[in-house]
Protein backbone atom coordinates (compact mmCIF):
# COMPACT_ATOMS: atom_id res chain seq x y z
CA UNK A 1 0.00 0.00 0.00
CA UNK A 2 2.32 3.10 -0.96
CA UNK A 3 1.36 6.66 -0.18
CA UNK A 4 2.68 9.44 -1.82
CA UNK A 5 4.61 11.58 0.97
CA UNK A 6 2.74 14.71 1.33
CA UNK A 7 5.16 18.07 1.41
CA UNK A 8 4.05 21.09 3.06
CA UNK A 9 4.67 24.41 1.19
CA UNK A 10 7.46 26.72 2.62
CA UNK A 11 8.73 29.64 1.52
CA UNK A 12 12.40 30.38 2.13
CA UNK A 13 13.40 34.33 2.67
CA UNK A 14 16.64 36.25 3.17
CA UNK A 15 16.56 40.07 3.27
CA UNK A 16 20.28 41.09 3.09
CA UNK A 17 21.30 44.64 3.26
CA UNK A 18 24.52 45.56 1.11
CA UNK A 19 26.95 48.57 2.20
CA UNK A 20 30.38 49.66 1.63
CA UNK A 21 32.40 50.50 4.26
CA UNK A 22 36.39 50.42 5.65
CA UNK A 23 36.29 48.54 8.18
CA UNK A 24 38.70 48.64 11.62
CA UNK A 25 38.74 46.61 14.42
CA UNK A 26 36.25 48.73 16.65
CA UNK A 27 33.69 47.98 13.80
CA UNK A 28 33.75 44.32 13.52
CA UNK A 29 33.59 44.53 17.03
CA UNK A 30 30.14 46.44 16.88
CA UNK A 31 28.89 44.39 14.34
CA UNK A 32 29.50 41.61 16.50
CA UNK A 33 27.30 42.93 19.19
CA UNK A 34 25.14 44.44 16.65
CA UNK A 35 24.41 40.56 14.97
CA UNK A 36 23.79 39.52 18.77
CA UNK A 37 21.17 42.21 19.56
CA UNK A 38 19.03 41.66 16.08
CA UNK A 39 19.58 37.84 16.14
CA UNK A 40 17.80 37.90 19.40
CA UNK A 41 14.69 40.57 18.50
CA UNK A 42 14.63 38.21 15.37
CA UNK A 43 13.86 35.07 17.21
CA UNK A 44 11.41 37.13 19.44
CA UNK A 45 9.49 38.57 17.12
CA UNK A 46 9.39 36.02 14.42
CA UNK A 47 9.41 32.54 16.16
CA UNK A 48 8.18 33.04 19.68
CA UNK A 49 5.73 36.25 18.98
CA UNK A 50 4.65 35.19 15.56
CA UNK A 51 5.37 31.72 15.55
CA UNK A 52 6.34 31.89 12.02
CA UNK A 53 9.56 29.78 11.58
CA UNK A 54 11.76 26.86 13.49
CA UNK A 55 14.73 29.14 12.96
CA UNK A 56 15.21 32.56 11.90
CA UNK A 57 19.21 34.34 11.86
CA UNK A 58 20.79 37.56 11.31
CA UNK A 59 24.01 37.50 10.57
CA UNK A 60 26.50 40.06 8.98
CA UNK A 61 29.59 38.83 6.71
CA UNK A 62 32.78 41.43 5.66
CA UNK A 63 34.06 40.98 2.40
CA UNK A 64 37.64 42.25 2.54
CA UNK A 65 38.50 42.30 -1.60
CA UNK A 66 34.95 45.05 -2.47
CA UNK A 67 35.29 46.36 1.10
CA UNK A 68 31.98 45.44 1.50
CA UNK A 69 29.27 44.08 4.62
CA UNK A 70 26.22 42.09 3.70
CA UNK A 71 24.30 41.44 6.73
CA UNK A 72 21.00 39.01 6.61
CA UNK A 73 17.94 37.92 8.22
CA UNK A 74 16.56 34.30 6.86
CA UNK A 75 14.22 32.36 7.95
CA UNK A 76 11.54 29.75 6.01
CA UNK A 77 7.96 29.60 6.89
CA UNK A 78 4.62 28.83 5.74
CA UNK A 79 3.81 31.27 2.59
CA UNK A 80 0.35 32.25 3.90
CA UNK A 81 2.34 34.41 6.58
CA UNK A 82 5.79 35.07 4.58
CA UNK A 83 4.77 38.96 3.96
CA UNK A 84 3.69 39.31 7.53
CA UNK A 85 7.42 38.21 8.84
CA UNK A 86 9.38 39.77 6.05
CA UNK A 87 7.23 43.41 7.09
CA UNK A 88 8.37 42.41 10.98
CA UNK A 89 11.93 41.65 9.27
CA UNK A 90 12.35 45.10 7.85
CA UNK A 91 10.80 47.02 10.83
CA UNK A 92 13.26 45.45 13.23
CA UNK A 93 16.50 46.40 11.30
CA UNK A 94 14.50 50.15 10.86
CA UNK A 95 13.85 50.09 14.60
CA UNK A 96 17.28 49.18 15.33
CA UNK A 97 18.75 51.84 12.60
CA UNK A 98 16.29 54.68 15.09
CA UNK A 99 16.61 53.59 18.67
CA UNK A 100 19.47 50.97 18.58
CA UNK A 101 19.16 48.33 21.29
CA UNK A 102 18.28 48.78 24.76
CA UNK A 103 20.90 48.98 27.96
CA UNK A 104 19.59 45.51 28.60
CA UNK A 105 20.44 44.18 25.14
CA UNK A 106 23.17 46.21 24.85
CA UNK A 107 24.90 44.78 28.12
CA UNK A 108 24.03 41.24 27.80
CA UNK A 109 25.42 41.23 24.04
CA UNK A 110 29.07 42.73 25.22
CA UNK A 111 28.77 40.13 27.89
CA UNK A 112 27.79 37.48 26.10
CA UNK A 113 30.63 38.51 23.66
CA UNK A 114 33.27 39.08 26.32
CA UNK A 115 33.07 34.99 27.57
CA UNK A 116 32.92 33.41 24.06
CA UNK A 117 35.65 35.55 22.81
CA UNK A 118 37.76 34.21 26.05
CA UNK A 119 36.33 30.43 25.04
CA UNK A 120 37.55 30.85 21.31
CA UNK A 121 40.78 32.10 22.62
CA UNK A 122 41.81 28.91 24.86
CA UNK A 123 40.17 26.84 22.01
CA UNK A 124 42.42 28.54 18.90
CA UNK A 125 45.56 29.08 21.43
CA UNK A 126 47.11 25.81 19.93
CA UNK A 127 45.84 25.93 16.45
CA UNK A 128 48.79 26.74 14.17
CA UNK A 129 46.06 27.51 10.97
CA UNK A 130 43.81 29.88 12.97
CA UNK A 131 46.96 31.78 13.80
CA UNK A 132 47.89 31.86 10.02
CA UNK A 133 44.66 32.71 9.29
CA UNK A 134 44.63 35.92 11.38
CA UNK A 135 47.96 36.77 10.44
CA UNK A 136 47.43 36.54 6.79
CA UNK A 137 43.62 38.71 6.94
CA UNK A 138 45.98 40.96 9.00
CA UNK A 139 48.42 41.59 6.46
CA UNK A 140 46.44 41.32 3.59
CA UNK A 141 43.49 43.47 4.95
CA UNK A 142 45.17 45.34 8.08
CA UNK A 143 42.49 43.67 10.48
CA UNK A 144 43.31 41.95 13.04
CA UNK A 145 39.08 41.26 14.74
CA UNK A 146 41.33 39.30 17.43
CA UNK A 147 44.00 42.29 18.88
CA UNK A 148 42.26 44.10 21.35
CA UNK A 149 39.29 42.74 21.51
CA UNK A 150 37.71 43.04 24.80
CA UNK A 151 39.16 46.51 24.99
CA UNK A 152 37.11 47.65 21.76
CA UNK A 153 33.97 45.56 23.53
CA UNK A 154 34.22 47.85 26.58
CA UNK A 155 34.88 50.77 24.52
CA UNK A 156 31.69 50.39 22.53
CA UNK A 157 28.60 52.36 22.80
CA UNK A 158 24.87 52.20 21.93
CA UNK A 159 25.06 54.43 20.12
CA UNK A 160 28.04 53.07 18.00
CA UNK A 161 25.90 50.33 17.32
CA UNK A 162 22.91 52.17 16.65
CA UNK A 163 24.98 54.06 13.74
CA UNK A 164 25.93 51.27 12.14
CA UNK A 165 22.77 49.84 12.51
CA UNK A 166 21.24 53.03 10.48
CA UNK A 167 24.50 52.57 7.77
CA UNK A 168 23.63 48.85 7.49
CA UNK A 169 19.22 50.46 6.74
CA UNK A 170 20.57 52.81 4.50
CA UNK A 171 22.68 50.13 2.62
CA UNK A 172 21.25 48.25 -0.86
CA UNK A 173 18.77 45.66 0.26
CA UNK A 174 17.38 42.57 -1.48
CA UNK A 175 14.78 40.53 -1.01
CA UNK A 176 14.86 36.57 -2.03
CA UNK A 177 11.81 34.25 -1.51
CA UNK A 178 12.03 30.98 -2.70
CA UNK A 179 8.51 29.21 -2.26
CA UNK A 180 8.12 25.77 -3.05
CA UNK A 181 4.71 24.18 -3.26
Not at 134 to 146: C, L, N
Not at 147 to 171: F, P, Q
Amino acid sequence: EGRALQTVPKSEVKLSYKFDIKLKNEEFVILDILDYIMDARCMNKIREERGGTYSVTFISEFFPRGKVVESSIAFQTRPEIRDILIQDAEDLMAEMAADGPTKEEFENARKYLAKHHSELQARYRQNLSRKLNVYMTKERYGIDKEEKYIELLEKASIRDVRKMAAKIAKGDSMLSVYTEN
